[in-house]
């Protein structure tokens, strides 16, 4: 045992006080922003909302969709009355949707604390906890090592030198079987859908063999999932700003940082719902596939070619479930069968708690959004069910959703898409 004496004591606390007071200034505090929902009720106003979002570094927390479906935007103390203005000016008015995020994050740190707390380390990981980027490799390790189903393989590595690591669960990878495949948290900030897949990852390994239907569904397919397809971005989040969407490039010729990855494909590369400035939040970056991430996952999926049944792009929030195409209104040829799937998936994911999910082609229903995940693994990848799903909630916590909604949240995904997968 280490004895220390009243100095080296003194010295020990103040250390400690001065790295926690370094990882508090580290941390951008969003105490006094609030999110403001406003409603563009006619084309001009939202085509500012569109312009304002991709010229300028706004934080829009909900893209703007359609005229008459609200948009969510983050705003400093220091910049709401002049954001205020600019809406008022186009005759837009908002209400406060958060009055304070700060306190959503203090919320967030607190119950995830108590998680810790009360942990009984029964399982790998507590799934009903959110996890580090390191927390969720290490358990990613740990069942490839001690569960014969699992194995994991690097599709890439981030520009900060993070592994981007796909879990493969299989019962007998030289079968060559049907893929279910899916890409969590490209997003940073989405921490439900590392959450989800985590989660979906945790059934399956345990239920095979004493769940009947896991068992048959592992026994038919292999299933794959990036739990953190952006995991610099992610690292990011926990680190220094809980609110960070994009990765973490350190664009030329810009101070602004990072490259929307789920703009980073080539179906409808640099067309309209993306932007050409490195300051906004769905900066399509220099060329498709110009990032690891985007690279990772196109690699990923083309491993599989010909066999990739379903492809799940996980997001948050505003619960919808989302076909191709993004990048324009024109509906893919295999449109009425995508419509079908989603329908009885969306049945059996509303019906699991009653929460209601919206669902249709993503350009109608959300927004255009061009070069994306989805529309590649349809267009490049010829994989007729591809979709994106915005999961929890619509808009009350936003992405600071509590982790007792971890379990609700992954149980109905997963119900909705069991139920898709047996009907396909
Ligand atoms: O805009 C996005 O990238 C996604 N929404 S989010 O709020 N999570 O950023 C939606 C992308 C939907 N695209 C397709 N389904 N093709
Ligand atoms: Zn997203």
Redesign the pocket.
Known sequence: MIRLDGQEMKNCILLVFGLLALATAAKLNYTGHKVIRVIPETKEQLEFLRDWESSSEIDFW??PSSARRFADIRVSPESYAHVAARLADMKMSHTVHIADVGELERQEQHNMAQRIAIFNGEKAIDVENYHTYEEVMAYLAELANTNPLVSTKVGGTSEEGRDIVQAIISSDLSANKPVHFFDCNI?AR?WITAATCVWIIDQITTGYGSDPEITSLVDQYDWKFVPIANPDGYAYTWNTDRNW?KNRLVNNGSTCVGV?A??NFPIGFAGS?SSSDPCSG?YHGIAAFSEREASALRDLIAADRGRVKTAI?M????QMF??????TTDLPAEYPEMFRAMEIAVNALTSTYGTPYTYGN?AVT??I?SG????HYYESEGVVHS??I?LRDSGTYGFQLPPDQIVPTATKTWNGLKAMINAI
Do not use: F, M, V
């Open positions: 909900l893209l997003h989405e969407r929307d789920n703009r719902g769905t792009s997001h948050s929030y505003s989302l076909s191709p195409y993004g990048y993503t959300i927004y959004a994306d995940t989805t529309d979709y994106t915005e």
